[in-house]
């Protein structure tokens, strides 16, 4: 007779790294996936997951956690509280901390951390540049030794073209991507939000698309040069989503990531000056909107991340001008990205794939997958239940949500990290 530790009884399992999409039992033992099936022995604890989906634990792989350098926004606990809140077992954090992670110090003190508190994986980005100023590359290397996934300077863009091509080059030596922020600063400099008729109606200097898509186009055929691995961070426009469509059209080695803002907002949310609504690259046209929504839907973009950036409320409360970048995403990412599967852009399994097995390939990650004998990272949740965003009830340090009071479908239930529950009914379990 089989035993368990844990028994998840009755839900729809949905693995996409394994094609698996069927109503079963999943069981774990020693904090790995041990069988999925009809079980028929003894368990030492159940879960009742009928009717909800059970999929691999969700992995977000652009959060600024805010540690080392500005805790009243966000730390490593509280970013891995509203992690697992939001079905998100491992998550990689930007290297714009104070001090940036640009040395191997603050990447194995992060990971450290993390260890410590242990509700999630968390994995750092480490910096391209020292200090993140564009001028000087990072010992890339060394980073990659301490734990380091992949390089970015998100919130700044890699500005200088023979750096980028340097970094490019550096980093796939040895295999590794290049994360950009795409934002030529010589166009978008001052800008609030998207220059169009909301920037003119509020008369706030905006920021044109151009500013994206140029930068996109240039480093585009950098990598086709060097043959390296570039990422798009938060792809945001048309132009950018048809430049990065013809790249792998091509067979370049680039890939892309769009955030759940800006497939499900445009502009128009900022009317009233809503500076919880603001955000780099910002909300831009109903035209940009359903082009990020068809590269999801065609392959273009490869992957669903949130760019949770909180913010105390005093960089939000201060005139849309001069508000703070950016929202928080982690508790809201699952049930916002499930209206692409309810209006029939993606199949649940394909939506899943963009935030489990396909960041996992990306990085490199041991993690994406329910295949036996992986770790039992699970996330559990009902696609059916409703909430309203309350951002005073947000987990999450940063209240700073353009959905608060808006009513989501699909809640999360449970999450696992290695077979421990470490978020239900409601509560993170420490």
């Known amino acids: 007779m089989s035993t368990a530790r844990l028994l998840i009884r009755g839900g729809r399992v949905i693995d996409p790294a394994n094609q698996v999409d069927e109503i079963c039992d999943l069981w774990i033992e020693n904090g790995c996936i041990a069988g999925t099936g009809k079980f028929d022995g003894v368990a030492e604890s159940a879960i009742d997951a009928d009717g909800s989906i059970v999929c691999p634990g969700l992995i977000d792989m652009h ?122 600063l010589e166009l978008t400099k001052g800008g609030a939000i998207n220059e169009g008729w909301v920037s003119t109606q509020l008369g706030v200097t905006g920021m044109p698309v151009e500013g994206e898509d140029s930068m996109i186009a240039r480093d585009i055929m950098l990598a086709r040069r060097i043959d390296a691995r570039y990422h798009v961070a938060h792809i945001s426009s048309k132009g950018a989503v048809e430049l990065v469509r013809a790249a792998r059209a091509e067979g370049l080695k680039v890939t892309a990531e769009a955030a759940p803002h800006h497939f499900a907002m445009t502009e128009e949310e900022v009317l009233g000056f809503n500076a919880d609504a603001k955000m780099s690259p910002p909300l831009r046209t109903e035209t940009d909107r359903l082009a990020v929504i068809e590269g999801l839907r065609d392959g273009t973009i490869d992957v669903i991340a949130t760019d949770h950036a909180p913010h105390h409320e005093d960089d939000k409360r201060c005139g849309l001008s001069c508000a703070a970048f950016g929202i928080v995403g982690l508790e809201t990412m699952l049930p916002v990205s499930l209206q692409l ?89 420490a």
Not at 116 to 124: A, D, F, K, N, R
Not at 355 to 379: Q, V
Request: charged letters at 20%; aromatic letters at 4%.
């Open 341 to 429: 599967v309810r209006d029939g852009v993606l199949s649940l399994s394909d939506m899943l794939a963009k935030m489990t097995s396909n960041p996992a390939s990306l990085l490199g990650l041991d993690s994406g997958t329910l295949s036996i004998g992986s770790a039992a990272d699970i996330t559990i949740f009902d696609p059916e239940a409703t909430w309203t965003v309350d951002r005073d009830k947000l987990v999450s340090k940063g209240k700073n949500t353009p959905w608060h009071g808006k009513e989501m479908t699909g809640q999360v239930t449970h999450t696992l990290k290695a077979g421990h529950l470490v978020y239900a009914a409601g509560e993170v379990r």
């Open 63 to 184: 959060v600024h956690l805010r540690e080392p350098g500005q805790e009243w926004k966000e730390d490593i606990e509280s970013g891995s509280r509203a992690a697992v809140a939001g079905g998100v077992t491992s998550m990689c954090c930007m290297p714009n901390t104070g001090p940036h992670i640009d040395h191997a110090g603050v990447a194995l003190q992060i990971i450290e951390r993390a260890r410590q508190v242990g509700l999630c994986h968390v994995h750092p980005i480490g910096a391209v540049t020292k200090n993140l100023d564009g001028r000087e590359l990072t010992e890339m290397r060394e980073l990659t030794r301490a734990g380091c996934v992949a390089f970015s300077d998100d919130g700044m863009p890699i500005w200088h073209a023979g750096v980028m091509r340097k970094a490019l080059e550096y980093a796939s030596s040895f295999g590794f991507m290049v994360i950009q922020h795409a934002e030529e």
